[in-house]
T-cell receptor, first 111, second 115 residues
Framework: SQQGEEDPQALSIQEGENATMNCSYK?????LQWYRQNSGRGLVHLIL?????REKHSGRLRVTLDTSKKSSSLLITASRAADTASYFC???????????FGGGTRLMVKP | KAGVTQTPRYLIKTRGQQVTLSCSPI?????VSWYQQTPGQGLQFLFE???????NKGNFPGRFSGRQFSNSRSEMNVSTLELGDSALYLC??????????????FGAGSRLTVL
């Protein structure tokens, strides 16, 4: 079963705008990751934030984590048409070597 | 370095048949995981193998099985196919000892359609 939910389910913005996606989860975690998926293909790892971190940056990506609220957000700044994809958060708990994925946010960036 | 390779990429089966999907992990990766992705249920964990041993299994019926070979290549099998088994099956590999972080590298997936 899915760990939590992502919000919004779909997001449409213009190129150059920022995109923010939110993820909520249910159980305690070791870390939280964000993955990207293009058109039903494989997922690509974007960024990982550990449970003792509050914010992390990687290029145009910024991830925040609030363990008290069991939530995370992914911000993509200055979006490009090539950022059009589905974005998934995934949590890594103590339940073995498995990730539990959220439902995903479909992002469309219009040129 | 070659990525995770899954074969076949697309296949069509009929109800009651069985299917075998193959996954070759990144060279040196000993952990292989399988996930099922459907529009209704999203991404769900199937199982994980490490050094030919199943370490973890998701909440799927016994029709879903897998194995891993000594070269870390993995196969998953679904028997007595049902319409609901139509999905994208994703394989992912992970480097052991990656500081406890379960960062996965995914293959492109095998899209199974059951008619």
């Amino acid at each position: 079963s899915q760990q939590g939910e992502e919000d919004p389910q779909a997001l449409s913005i213009q190129e150059g705008e920022n995109a923010t996606m939110n993820c909520s989860y249910k159980t305690s975690i070791n870390n939280l990751q964000w993955y990207r998926q293009n058109s039903g293909r494989g997922l690509v790892h974007l960024i990982l934030i550990r449970s003792n971190e509050r914010e992390k940056h990687s290029g145009r990506l910024r991830v925040t984590l609030d363990t008290s609220k069991k939530s995370s957000s992914l911000l993509i700044t200055a979006s490009r048409a090539a950022d059009t994809a589905s974005y998934f958060c995934a949590t890594d708990s103590n339940a073995g070597n498995m990730l539990t994925f959220g439902g995903g946010t479909r992002l469309m960036v219009k040129p | 370095k070659a990525g995770v390779t899954q074969t076949p990429r697309y296949l069509i089966k009929t109800r009651g048949q069985q299917v075998t999907l193959s996954c070759s992990p990144i060279s040196g990766h000993r952990s292989v995981s399988w996930y099922q992705q459907t529009p209704g249920q999203g991404l769900q964990f199937l199982f994980e193998y490490f050094s030919e041993t199943q370490r973890n299994k998701g909440n799927f019926p016994g029709r879903f099985s897998g194995r891993q070979f000594s070269n870390s290549r993995s196969e998953m099998n679904v028997s007595t196919l049902e319409l609901g088994d139509s999905a994208l099956y994703l394989c992912a590999s992970r480097a052991s000892g990656s500081l406890g972080a379960n960062v996965l590298t995914f293959g492109a997936g095998s899209r199974l359609t059951v008619l």
